[in-house]
């Protein structure tokens, strides 16, 4: 989906996708595969040449339980906020070319996402919107009990790791070599 930003009114304009829609079904297919989708996102100008963009998507990933295996579907609903700017140039010796460290990004600022020719893709930054929110490891919720609510297995205070101990073994010493050294 891609947006062309010179249409966007000046009171800015909103947007709503959904599965029915289609227009961001082949993007995040790879993700969600045909699980259902809601995103709702509105776009505003600053100035001319720099844009708002808010807005959120619900939808829910196919996940393997990193407890227990089981496959589920995890829901994610993030939310997005970000500046479009114009695509700044990648020269080595730019004063864009050094990036911030991560630790001084706000967690609940904005962030600045770059557009080309006054056409911002919105279906490449929802896919990395939903593929920077799924989880490393997944995991169901867990119901009142501290059971899981995929499997019913207890998951409160357990531990879930994987531990194989090893044969320990005395290394030698790196001057066991000379015990067999014979002198003239």
């Known amino acids: 989906m891609k947006i062309n930003l010179t249409e ?12 029915k829609t289609g227009e961001l079904n082949v993007v995040l297919k790879d993700l969600i595969g045909d699980n259902a989708f809601h995103s ?31 496959d589920f579907c995890m829901k994610v609903t993030p939310k ?32 600045a996402t770059e557009y080309d020719g006054m056409i911002f893709n919105m279906g490449e930054y929802v ?15 867990e119901d009142e009990k501290g059971d899981c609510s995929i499997c019913g297995i207890h998951v409160r205070g357990e531990n879930f790791g994987y531990n ?10 790196p001057f066991a070599v000379l015990k067999n050294i014979k002198l003239n």
Request: charged share 30%; hydrophobic share 30%.
């Open 80 to 111: 997005f906020k970000a500046i479009l700017i114009p695509r700044q140039s990648d020269d080595r010796t730019g004063k864009y070319a050094k990036v911030n460290h991560v630790s001084e990004s706000l967690e609940d600022g904005p962030e």
């Open 127 to 141: 896919h990395e919107v939903v593929a920077i929110n799924a989880p490393f490891n997944p995991a169901g919720p």
């Open 40 to 70: 709702e996102f509105f776009i505003k100008p600053l100035n001319s040449k720099d844009f708002e963009l808010s807005g959120f998507i619900k939808t829910e990933l196919p996940e393997d339980c990193s407890r227990c295996g089981i």
């Open 8 to 19: 966007i009114p000046e009171e800015g304009k909103s947007f709503v996708c959904t599965q």
């Open 164 to 173: 194989e101990e090893m044969p320990a073994e005395k290394p030698e010493s």
